[in-house]
């Protein structure tokens, strides 16, 4: 089970951090990602943490403004987020992916899914 947290409603320019936890005792199995969803769209891939925590992965649109990362003896992964856009307002989702290969873009890759958390950003 994934449980995402840290969504709420901010200015441009601001940052947020996301987190989700994973319940369960296998979290180093899985490829953590974010993905974000906006309606109408597909949900659409943001970054990709290797299972060490070694290697990261983003998508074009928020290389170089957000930051994911994990903490394994927690279970947990974060979504650091700075400088944000309108754009960036999205249902943000934590996902786990058990497949080799890294990263994984794709949303058929991914075992679980978090239940989403809102992210608005607005003057």
């Known amino acids: 089970q994934l449980v995402e947290s840290g969504g709420r409603l901010v200015q441009p320019g601001d940052s947020l951090t996301l987190s989700c936890e994973a319940s369960?005792?296998?979290?180093?199995?899985?490829?953590m990602s974010w993905f974000r969803q906006v309606p109408g769209k597909e949900r659409e891939f943001v970054g990709s943490?290797?299972?060490?925590?070694?290697?990261?992965s983003y998508a074009d649109s928020v290389k170089g403004r957000f930051a994911i990362s994990r903490d394994n003896a927690k279970n947990t992964v974060t979504l650091q987020m700075n400088n944000l856009k309108p754009e960036d307002t999205a249902v943000y989702y934590c996902?786990?992916?058990?497949?080799?290969?890294?990263?994984?873009?794709?949303?058929?890759?991914?075992?679980?899914w978090g239940q989403g958390t809102q992210v608005t950003v607005t003057p």
């Open positions: 996902g786990a992916s058990s497949r080799m290969g890294f990263p994984a873009v794709t949303l058929e890759l991914y075992d679980y």
């Open positions: 369960g005792r296998t979290f180093t199995m899985y490829l």
């Open positions: 943490v290797s299972w060490s925590g070694g290697r990261r």
